[in-house]
């Protein structure tokens, strides 16, 4: 492809991101202290209140979304997942433990992006469905080191009913994937914070996230409501 052809698609993607409705983003309540991921629990002896807040994603117009035409309803034959184990308000973290003994990491959903931009990306999407960004951070509280894919660890379930699971991978507009390459390997006391993204109809809302640890196979499951 030319190079002015190359131009002339990034210019149109990111125009097609400028236009269109606005995004909705639903960022954690300020969490008590007790709440917090402590810097202690994960090897360090600085206080928790001294770690920086995470910066919430801009909202910003987005057309990421494909035309409404069309029934809008994923199919929602996905396996069933488990019931959880442990429940938390969006902003709260859960500790989840892996199949493999001194398996662990804290997980905490931060935000919903509502819907969310995909450059690059539109394309991607079903007829009448749009993309909502879930913004996680992801700290190994455990005692190895924690290797794992989180989008196949994220499920959600929106007001509608409708079970779904994080299998794309556009790049947001938002901010950068939480494993850009899939998958994230991190050391016991790292953290990394970015997006899995899903798919759902454009009439509905995410209700609920879900993870489990292990691309979803541990036994342990966590959720987070967003009601």
Known sequence: MHSSSRSLLVALALIACL?????????????????????????S???????PAASPAPARPCRSAAPAAGSGDADGSLPGHPAADQVAALGNPLTLKGDDPGEQVTVTFLQVVDPACG?????????????????????DSGRK????SPSNCSWGRT?????VGSF????????PAVAPRGNLV??????????VVMEIPQHAH???IDFTMDSGFADETGEWTLG
Do not use: F, H, I
């Open 19 to 43: 236009g269109g409705c606005s995004s909705t983003v639903r960022n954690a309540a300020a969490a008590p202290a007790s709440s917090a991921v402590a810097s202690s629990a994960v090897g």
């Open 45 to 51: 002896s600085a206080p928790a209140s001294s770690a």
């Open 119 to 139: 450059v690059g990306g539109p394309s991607l999407l079903d007829r009448g469905m749009k993309y909502v960004g879930l913004r996680l951070r992801l700290v």
């Open 145 to 148: 080191p924690y290797s794992d």
């Open 159 to 163: 007001d509608t009913g409708l079970q």
């Open 168 to 175: 794309v991978y556009p790049t947001l507009a938002e901010g």
């Open 186 to 195: 991190l050391k016991p006391g790292q953290s990394a914070t970015g997006y």
């Open 206 to 208: 995410m209700a609920r």
